[in-house]
């Protein structure tokens, strides 16, 4: 079986429901019932729409790292549960009410779209303060429990139910499936990543960890003038590749901590990087990253995403230097929007497209799971 993917995408008209070509009474989603079995292919009545609740028929998924976590039983999941929380697809049906995506402009049937995989309320006091992933209602795809009255809450289904004050935003044409994909969760988190920086025009930046997060950190750092863009992984292959999205050096992190020392030092005249990104969650790393860091220098934290051991940190090195630590968690609706803009003016520049390696129906599901357990590669694609 050919499992690569395809340089087009299908046409938009292709599932596009019709009167020749109706919604279904009941469609699929991939369930997973308990850590270290195959997910299960189960049919289940599709939801009655009420309100501005918005049904999306999934074109594409992708299966992010934390699918692979969650699947294979190195971070807590809700069981049973449908997984998947990379995706786009096309507007299948609308509530009574009608629905508008983030802009405020009204949605229709076969718009091609994408939405935050958080959902938050809007209302509560840290969606107020800007804390939107830390919604006081917070709900994300591809992390619930599964309801059997309306299990349509994660990526790795035919559709996805869109409940009432998700936030939507309509995908601009030019830009392809498979790139878009990951941008409401990778790109839009490297988005609230670059939104707490702030300027980086000029600034060097150091990133740590070369997965889908971090090639777009070094895409994002290069569009966005920082110099130099220097990339750290402990793969060749992955830190190679940073080059091609834009890193002014590609650093192999099993070198020594003096010769990576030595190799900031010569890259930045002896200042050290103005801002660090950490994004492969090992404790080593950030014990690392916190020296690499110049005097006044931005240390941001966004890829200790599962249980490790605590890090050891000099306090007195934080305050002589006067260093800033953040964490970055998921993402308000205004970094995806970002994001979007951000892929719609960079996506031939950087090669997205080239992340996905692999493209499997959704009746395929565990060999695709399987594949990217096993082969490591950026991304999988699930498309329907
Ligand atoms: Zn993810
Ligand atoms: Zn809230």
Not at 64 to 78: A, Q, Y
Not at 189 to 208: D, H, L, M, Y
Not at 284 to 301: D, F, P, S, T, V
Not at 319 to 326: A, K, Q, T
Request: proline content about 7%; aromatic content about 6%.
């Amino acid at each position: 079986m050919n499992n690569s993917i395809e340089s087009t995408d299908p046409p938009l008209s292709e599932s596009v429901p019709t009167s020749a070509n109706p919604i279904p009474d009941h469609a699929r989603v991939a369930v997973l019932q308990q850590i270290g079995k195959p997910m299960a292919i189960q049919s289940y009545p599709l939801p009655r729409l009420q309100g501005s609740e918005v049904l999306v028929r999934i074109r594409c998924a992708t299966i992010c790292g934390s699918d692979l976590h969650s699947c294979f039983g190195r971070r807590p999941t809700p069981l049973p549960g449908v997984l998947g929380h990379e995706m786009l697809g096309q507007i299948a049906d609308i509530g009574p009410a009608g629905a508008a995506d983030y802009e405020g402009s009204s949605l229709q049937v076969g718009d091609r779209v994408t939405w935050s995989m958080v959902w938050s309320c809007g209302r509560c006091d840290f969606c107020r303060q800007g804390l939107r992933p830390k919604c006081l209602e917070l709900k994300k795809f591809g992390h619930q429990t599964l309801d059997p009255a309306n299990p349509f809450f994660g990526a790795m289904a035919d559709y996805c139910w869109l409940p009432e004050r998700t936030a939507i935003f309509r995908i601009p044409s030019e830009v392809p499936d498979r790139v878009v994909s990951p941008a409401n969760c990778a790109t839009a988190t490297v988005a609230a990543i670059f939104r707490q920086i702030g300027e980086c025009r000029g600034r060097s930046v150091v990133i740590q960890g070369a997965g889908m997060l971090g090639l777009v950190a070094t895409a994002m750092a290069a569009a966005g003038g920082a110099g130099p863009v220097i990339a750290i992984d402990p793969d060749p292959r992955r830190s190679e590749r940073t080059l091609q999205f834009g890193a002014t050096q590609a650093i192999n992190a099993t070198s020594n901590v003096e010769e990576i020392q030595a190799q900031l030092q010569r890259l930045t005249d002896g200042r050290g990087a103005d801002i660090v990104i950490e994004l492969s969650g090992q404790p080593a790393a950030i014990e690392l990253g916190i020296e690499l860091l110049a005097i006044g220098g931005h240390y941001i934290l966004a890829g200790s995403t599962f249980p490790s051991r605590a890090v050891q940190l000099s306090a007195e090195q934080i305050v002589r230097r006067w260093l800033r630590i953040s964490g970055v968690y998921n993402y308000n609706p205004e970094d995806l929007r970002q994001a979007l803009v951000f892929l719609a003016a960079h996506h031939q520049r950087f090669p997205f497209a080239d992340l996905v390696s692999g493209s499997y129906p959704l009746e395929q599901v565990n060999e695709a799971f399987t594949h990217a357990e096993n082969e490591r590669p950026i991304r999988v694609a699930i498309v329907g």
